[in-house]
């Protein structure tokens, strides 16, 4: 079936530094992969987006990286802050026409100031 | 303010009882999601609606109920046959044409 694996599950970095999520998708046929942030207690909201016929898209420190050959994506955030942390889910969506989205594990992020 | 709207935030419910969690719309969203988050597992798709008076079942929908009256409310039933409902239960919406969903502040259910 359809099918998000996330790593890791846990990423803990230097204020500063750099921070990366990984996700593959089983569906070949999924054309848009959200990324969702999570704060604690809250629902999750949309930070980046990417469709299928692009590779990359960057919004500030905030970018995103898509291999449909191997149907991985990465989410990648520079210049951490402690604001970034957070539960971050990366999605794709499924291959029926009905907005279904797949989510991944999620990773808990925590920036050390 | 537009934006997608749970209540309660909070819930308890006793063993053999059924409750039903709000969510509630005035995005003029046509489609409806509710999710089942528990910790280390994602969120997991319990129910979706595209259209009013239709809904489809997602992937854990034994044990929920849902109705889709009116557009902008999408309620979910746990019933008593939910042998394990205790969870953070989250509810989006989104347009046919949109590809962004978005999601509500969720409804922490626990069974005591």
């Known amino acids: 079936g359809e099918n998000v694996e996330q790593h890791p599950s846990t990423l803990s970095v230097q204020e500063g530094d750099s921070a990366v999520i990984k996700c593959t998708y089983s569906d070949s046929a999924s054309n848009y992969f959200p990324w969702y942030k999570q704060e604690l207690g809250k629902g999750p909201q949309l930070i980046i987006d990417i469709r299928s016929n692009v590779g990359e898209k960057k919004d500030q420190r905030i970018a995103v990286t898509l291999n449909k050959t191997a149907k991985h994506f990465s989410l990648h955030i520079t210049e951490t802050q402690p604001e970034d942390s957070a539960v971050y889910f990366c999605a794709a969506s499924g291959s029926s026409n009905t907005g279904k989205l797949i989510f991944g594990q999620g990773t808990t992020l925590q920036v050390k100031p | 303010d537009g934006g997608i709207t749970q209540s309660p935030k909070y819930l308890f419910r006793k063993e053999g009882q059924n409750v039903t969690l709000s969510c509630e719309q005035n995005?003029?969203?046509?489609?409806m999601y509710w999710y089942r988050q528990d910790p280390g597992q994602g969120l997991r798709l319990i129910y979706y609606?595209?259209?009013?008076?239709?809904?489809q079942k997602g992937d854990i929908a034994e044990g929920y109920s849902v109705s889709r009256e009116k557009k902008e409310s999408f309620p979910l039933t746990v019933t008593s046959a939910q042998k394990n409902p205790t969870a953070f239960y989250l509810c989006?919406?989104?347009?046919?044409?949109?590809?962004?969903?978005?999601f509500g502040q969720g409804t922490r259910l626990t069974v005591v």
């Open positions: 989006a919406s989104k347009g046919l044409e949109d590809t962004e969903a978005f």
């Open positions: 995005l003029n969203h046509d489609a």
């Open positions: 609606s595209q259209i009013v008076n239709d809904f």
